[in-house]
DNA sequence: CAGTCGTGGTG
DNA sequence: TCACCAAGACT
């Protein structure tokens, strides 16, 4: 096995970006919120939003205080809106489990709502600076390409974890900067479309390279078609509630103007389902939570 | 395991 | 122009 932490660690010292998770008094409230808003969302969307919520919800228990339709509304055009219901769950389960306190072990973090291994490894290393391995869509590309010589990632893995867990040096410090250098080389340097090889720091140990970068297949999931989906009906009913200044809208009057009828009842069905949507006396809202 | 779930920038 | 892509998680 090709010692790829050395290079790694070097290149990030000078290549990391300046994000604003990373700086060292961000705290793991911060990095959780980060880490919830950058699944499937590139970060120069995340970064304004991020700063926003922070400014309002400073602390878990702050946003749990607020309903669920609050979180909703914030989220505003990120994308993906389960996630905000989901870290308002988190923030409640954190408050009522934790103290408040964002939990540090692997195991609670799992346990939160919308925290999956990428998440709660994020949370543990960078927060914490705990020694586990971090699995992100870029690492995995990385790995793919340095040490199976293939142009694009198998689909994840549970072993994923183990791979990069023999990468890691056997100090934390250096074990977190390893697990961000890689996701770093990846979004920057081994990108997924036309990689810059030239600037790579692991070029010299590169499988794929040394295989003259073979087109091996791709065997991710493609992206279903969204202009047209039930998506993006979904997307259409949200956009309305979260800008209707009253915080309510007339069923019969939301989304009217969509061109498939029964796809706009099947997504406002979803919607309901999902919790993100509340039905009543004609009228629909945001969810309002629980308790008064 | 495979399907589902937003939104906008980009090559 | 339009298919691809983006710090995943849940069912």
């Known amino acids: 096995m090709p010692d790829l932490a050395t290079p790694l660690i070097a290149w990030y010292r000078g290549a990391a970006r300046d994000l604003p998770w990373r700086r060292p008094v961000f705290g793991a ?9 950058l699944q499937q969302t590139p970060v120069a969307r995340v970064i304004p939003l991020l700063e926003a919520w922070l400014d309002r919800w400073p602390t878990p228990a702050a946003l749990a205080a607020d309903p669920p339709a609050e979180a909703v509304r914030q989220w505003a055009n990120l994308g993906y809106p389960r996630r905000a219901l989901w870290l308002h769950r988190a923030a409640a389960e954190i408050r009522d489990r934790h103290d408040g306190v964002v939990p540090r072990d692997v195991e609670a973090l799992l346990a939160l709502t919308g925290i999956g291994d990428y998440t709660a490894r ?6 914490y600076g705990d020694r586990h391995p971090v699995v992100d869509t870029n690492t995995r590309r990385v790995l793919a390409r340095a040490l199976e010589g293939r142009s694009q990632p198998a689909p994840p893995s549970k072993r994923d974890l183990a791979a990069m867990a023999g990468l890691l040096p056997a100090d934390d410090v250096d074990a977190a900067i390893v697990n961000a250098a890689a996701m770093e080389l990846g979004a920057l340097v081994c990108t997924a479309r036309t990689p810059r090889c030239d600037a790579c720091p692991i070029a010299h140990i590169c499988a794929w390279r040394a295989a003259g970068y073979p ?11 969204y202009e047209g989906s039930d998506r993006q009906a979904r997307g259409a ?8 200044a009253a915080h309510e809208l007339r069923q019969d009057a939301v989304a009217s103007d969509w061109p ?3 796809q706009r009842d099947r997504a406002l069905f979803t919607l309901i389902a999902d919790g993100l949507v509340e039905a009543s006396d004609g ?10």
């Open 283 to 292: 009228f629909l809202r945001l969810p309002r939570g629980a308790s008064a």
């Open 215 to 225: 087109d091996t297949g791709d065997a991710r999931r493609k992206q279903a078609r």
């Open 237 to 244: 009913i949200l956009r309305a509630l979260r800008e209707s």
């Open 122 to 127: 994020a949370v543990a290393v960078f927060a």
């Open 29 to 37: 409230w911060g990095i959780l919120v980060s880490e919830f808003m």
């Open 260 to 262: 498939d009828a029964a």
